[in-house]
């Protein structure tokens, strides 16, 4: 994976507006049907990739893990914490952040 054109294009979603970013807000935006994919680091915990994964394979929403540290997401995202889970909810946005990640 080209982490620095992820980590840009996932900037470039959040500037957009079409970034949901944390455990609680992606799992609660799930149901609505908005999400198109989901994103978790792989320094989550055990129960958050559980969480998120279970979620995402009941709304069918496909769930990605990515080997970014949650802080490096944190920093592109705009937060002072560390952030494990984002969510895309813009389909042009999640299908270049898809191709990004399985490069």
Not at 52 to 61: H, L
Request: charged residues 20%; glycine residues 6%.
């Amino acid at each position: 994976m080209n982490e620095n054109k992820f980590l840009s294009m996932l900037g470039l979603s959040r500037r957009a507006g079409q970034v949901v970013i944390g455990t609680p807000l992606v799992t609660s935006t799930l149901p609505t049907g908005k999400m198109k994919v989901a994103f978790y680091t792989a320094d989550a915990s055990a129960n958050t990739e559980k969480r998120i994964t279970d979620k995402c394979r009941f709304y069918n929403v496909k769930c990605i893990r990515l080997d970014i540290p949650s802080s490096e997401i944190g920093r592109i995202v705009g937060m002072r914490s560390s952030v494990c889970v984002v969510g895309i909810t813009d389909d042009n946005f999640s299908k270049q952040l898809i191709a990004l990640s399985l490069e």
